[in-house]
């Protein structure tokens, strides 16, 4: 059980690299990052609000102008980044800069679920040595000794 625990951990905590999308029309359900140009970030301001400059989301589909996402968050110009719920989005293709697809770093997320692991096996270690006690017991001192 506590394996199955660590490996789910492990898995959804994984590190990932943004990529060129090498394709013109990627899998439904592709995890994308729409970087828009200056004109896209002010046409789109009723959809995605003021400043919105990178939209990541899944990809639903397109048709002849426009891709349609499901955005999960809007990274703004200043930098901060608002949380979406899946509300579906028509972005034209003339506002999009670039398109990048999220692909799961394999080496930095096997670094991460050994350090995950070593950390959980020392906490586990510490917590065992902490309940067991260290075996001393203490005694109070005896009377004095007669010199």
């Not at 359900?29 to 989301?57: H, K, Q």
């Not at 034209?92 to 770093?105: D, N, Y």
């Not at 930095?108 to 959980?120: E, P, T, Y």
Request: with cysteine.
């Amino acid at each position: 059980m506590r394996t199955a625990i660590l490996l789910t951990i492990c898995a959804t905590a994984g590190c990932y690299n943004y990529m060129p999308v090498t394709t013109l029309d990627p899998r439904p359900g592709t995890y994308l990052a729409l970087t828009l140009t200056d004109v896209g970030s002010d046409s789109l301001t009723r959809s995605l609000g003021p400043n919105a400059f990178i939209v990541r989301g899944r990809y639903l589909g397109s048709d002849d102008r426009a891709l349609l996402v499901s955005v999960a968050s809007v990274e703004l110009r200043q930098g901060p980044q608002t949380s979406w719920s899946g509300e579906t989005v028509r972005i034209p293709m003339g506002f999009v800069a670039s398109v990048e697809t999220r692909q799961l770093a394999k080496s930095r997320s096997v670094l991460l679920a050994g350090a995950s692991v070593v950390g959980i096996v020392a906490a586990a270690a510490g917590f065992s040595l902490a309940a067991h006690g260290s075996g001393n017991i203490y005694a109070p001192p005896g009377p004095p000794t007669a010199k």
